[in-house]
């Protein structure tokens, strides 16, 4: 019924530490966001057909924190419309392809087109729609990869790409949770990138930079996820955090690729870039810069995997720890008759009702426990959710 | 810069009169809206993955104003969300299947496919979807058709239910904007609804009821658009003023239908019926019923039709009045050099930049006005709504 910060609270008043959400970036509630948005609310709210210097401003502020060739915004209101568009902008600008590539696991949204770009059980239900395989999981920030390793990854791209001409198809775009987030949250090393992009690019399809779950220094090392995946895309997409829940999209893309698209289509959203949009993500903006929130996320980040790696040798059942920042990944190993995802669901359920810390599970079967708190997550936040998850794993020994 | 009630300001303080405006359906910034935005983005932002009791509430509310088999709600940003997730629950429901019907000129969206099912030019650019003819523009409440004009209407129907067949497809939905605003404003009588229904349905479509424009009394006689046009639809979808400018999007179907869609795939929209949407949507029901707005509908409309009906003698470039309730058109005709569309770009221009009165156009072309203000429209701005239209008229007329 209530949250500010990095809390939540239900109906009885009890505190929740919430390690689950990310669309609250700046935390719940945050004062200066809701300021932002109760002033503009209260004074227009219409949309992009009159021209307002609120959305102005926000455009201009985003784009100067992204690469040059990535100046030009359309606005919609979900991290799906973006995808969405995104797909509609690739496919206008490769002449019509039809043919999408995304990695193993991912999740990029729910309109009809984007569904199809999302593969379920690993594989995508849309012949049009190939998978990348994953890089390993164990690999870490300043990790190397073999050159058998990079060689095997450049083959699964070549495959993939021959498996899409196989079946008539030339390929209009490849997407890249850059965090990697649904199929595990992993953290390869540039190079890796190197492997798919080149043939992708060379292919003639553009990359799309899904930046909903990464974006906005979520990784503390990095402002955008692609720049810690060593990437330029093509087009970048924006949802869940950009307006700290106020229902907002973007999608980011060179000015000629969208002005032949607007051209054809003229594409127009209705709530899209509305002035509360603008003010909301405007605010959030603000916040991240005056509270230094990515480099937080990197102090606490490293403090909390320090924390969990020492859990290891002490929890058998722990078997990893994976990612960077606040977006961080404990996968689990099987327990007696268990198997790892429902360890994974029974540790989730254990601290959400015994230590009302509250995280969530990611990964191929939900054997990955998901920690991706608010930004303004701190050490003593980091020490109650590490206490949780011991409980939750000492209750799981004496089952 | 600001907005109040039927009245936006620009950046020198001026006041323009809002024909146009339908997402602030009960007045820009309604202080009730207002209020109840402010409150909840000050207490909590989640989503539906955490109950919450207003939109249990707001869902019961809503529910309880439409046919008993719509009694379930899937709540995502925007009418084209909304208008997307009703495509993709037709095809579920029918087994998968790809065909598409809708009206000549008819606008449902801007994801890619609803965009498909968004004619430009009165011909789909997406094979899988064909078009119905549009009744008669000058049929009016009350008129009956004749027994030749409802065969022919359902001898079309017909036809294009053969086109998709030939093509190999089978109907997975036919989608009716109940008020056929961007085909022109048009207001045919029920017996025309039956001619294309029942072909429809027999091909084992559903009827998805796109009340993003016509929704929530804009008619005067009917809170629902479908009821209007005497009919019942499978799936209703709504966007624009559901949340008076809070991005929001609503899908009601019968609870089977969503049921199986949810097994099958899991749905969920991570902005869609937060707890701010919430509050928006219910205090704009409240306002809805407070301030009698239908009713409102009804006399502003009686009164607006009768005096732009008695210019039509005196103004030979107005050809026909549309419409009923607040969602009116006025068809003009060609003046002079001056084809029809342009002289009602000119007209548009003349009222916003003399009269300070914005409006819009309609139509295949672009050559009906469309005149669809704030709902609490009175008969005082109608007034100058009609003064405004003279005086464009005779600026023309001075050309």
Same mark, same amino acid.
């Given at each position: !019924?209530?949250?500010?910060?990095?809390?939540?609270?239900?109906?009885?008043?009890?505190?929740?530490?919430?390690?689950? #959400? #990310?669309?609250?970036? @700046? +935390?719940?509630?945050?004062?200066? !966001?809701?300021?932002?948005?109760?002033?503009?609310?209260?004074?227009? @709210?219409?949309?992009?057909?009159?021209?307002?210097?609120?959305?102005?401003?926000?455009?201009?502020?985003?784009?100067?924190?992204?690469?040059?060739?990535?100046?030009?915004?359309? =606005?919609?209101?979900?991290?799906?419309?973006?995808?969405?568009?995104?797909?509609?902008?690739?496919?206008?600008?490769?002449?019509?392809?039809?043919? /999408?590539?995304?990695?193993? $696991?991912?999740? $990029?949204?729910?309109?009809?087109? @984007?569904?199809?770009?999302?593969?379920?059980?690993?594989?995508?239900?849309?012949?049009?729609?190939?998978?990348?395989?994953?890089?390993?999981?164990?690999?870490?920030?300043?990790?190397?990869?073999?050159?058998?390793?990079? &060689?095997?990854?450049?083959?699964?791209?070549?495959?993939?790409?021959?498996?899409?001409?196989?079946?008539?198809?030339?390929?209009?775009?490849?997407?890249?949770?850059?965090?990697?987030?649904?199929?595990?949250?992993?953290?390869?090393?540039?190079?890796?990138?190197?492997?798919?992009? +080149? *043939?992708?690019?060379?292919?003639?399809?553009?990359?799309?930079?899904?930046? !909903?779950?990464?974006?906005?220094?979520?990784? /503390?090392?990095?402002?955008?996820? %692609?720049?810690?995946?060593?990437?330029?895309?093509?087009?970048?997409?924006?949802?869940?955090?950009?307006?700290? +829940?106020?229902?907002?999209?973007?999608?980011?893309?060179?000015?000629?690729?969208?002005?032949? =698209?607007?051209?054809?289509?003229? %594409? %127009?959203?209705?709530?899209?870039?509305? *002035?509360?949009?603008?003010?909301?993500?405007?605010?959030?903006?603000? @916040?991240?810069?005056?509270?230094?929130?990515?480099?937080?996320?990197?102090?606490?980040?490293?403090?909390?995997?320090?924390?969990?790696?020492?859990?290891?040798?002490?929890?058998?059942?722990?078997?990893?720890?994976?990612?960077?920042?606040?977006?961080?990944?404990?996968?689990? &190993?099987? $327990?007696?008759?268990? *198997?790892?995802?429902?360890?994974?669901? %029974?540790?989730?359920?254990?601290?959400?009702?015994?230590?009302?810390?509250?995280?969530?599970?990611?990964?191929? $079967?939900?054997?990955?426990?998901?920690?991706?708190?608010?930004?303004?997550? +701190?050490?003593?936040?980091?020490?109650?959710?590490?206490?949780?998850?011991?409980?939750?794993?000492?209750?799981?020994?004496?089952?």
């Amino acid at each position: !019924v209530r949250g500010a910060g990095v809390h939540l609270y239900d109906v009885e008043g009890r505190e929740y530490l919430d390690v689950y #959400n #990310n669309v609250p970036h @700046v +935390g719940h509630t945050h004062p200066h !966001v809701v300021a932002a948005i109760q002033r503009q609310v209260a004074t227009l @709210v219409t949309h992009t057909r009159y021209l307002h210097a609120g959305i102005l401003e926000y455009a201009e502020r985003l784009t100067a924190s992204l690469p040059a060739p990535l100046d030009t915004c359309l =606005f919609v209101n979900s991290g799906s419309e973006a995808n969405d568009v995104a797909w509609r902008l690739a496919r206008s600008a490769t002449g019509g392809n039809t043919g /999408g590539l995304v990695f193993e $696991h991912a999740y $990029h949204g729910i309109t009809e087109a @984007v569904a199809a770009l999302t593969p379920s059980g690993g594989r995508p239900r849309d012949p049009r729609v190939v998978t990348l395989g994953l890089p390993a999981a164990q690999l870490r920030a300043g990790d190397t990869m073999s050159d058998a390793a990079l &060689r095997a990854s450049a083959r699964d791209a070549e495959q993939a790409l021959e498996t899409l001409a196989a079946r008539g198809l030339k390929p209009a775009a490849c997407y890249i949770d850059s965090g990697l987030t649904s199929s595990g949250i992993l953290d390869p090393p540039p190079a890796w990138t190197a492997t798919w992009a +080149g *043939p992708v690019r060379r292919a003639g399809a553009l990359i799309v930079g899904d930046e !909903v779950q990464y974006g906005l220094g979520r990784s /503390g090392s990095h402002f955008w996820g %692609f720049e810690r995946r060593g990437l330029v895309p093509d087009i970048v997409t924006l949802g869940k955090p950009v307006g700290n +829940g106020y229902p907002m999209g973007v999608v980011i893309a060179p000015r000629a690729l969208v002005e032949a =698209f607007q051209a054809k289509y003229g %594409f %127009f959203s209705t709530f899209g870039g509305n *002035p509360v949009a603008a003010a909301a993500a405007l605010a959030v903006l603000e @916040v991240l810069g005056r509270e230094q929130l990515m480099a937080n996320a990197r102090a606490t980040g490293e403090y909390l995997t320090a924390r969990l790696l020492a859990l290891l040798p002490r929890h058998p059942v722990l078997e990893s720890v994976r990612g960077v920042g606040l977006m961080i990944g404990v996968s689990v &190993r099987a $327990h007696g008759e268990l *198997p790892a995802p429902r360890v994974a669901k %029974f540790m989730v359920n254990h601290m959400a009702a015994q230590s009302r810390v509250l995280i969530g599970t990611e990964g191929a $079967h939900g054997e990955v426990l998901k920690l991706r708190p608010p930004m303004p997550f +701190g050490s003593a936040h980091a020490d109650r959710l590490v206490a949780a998850i011991e409980a939750a794993a000492d209750a799981l020994g004496a089952l």
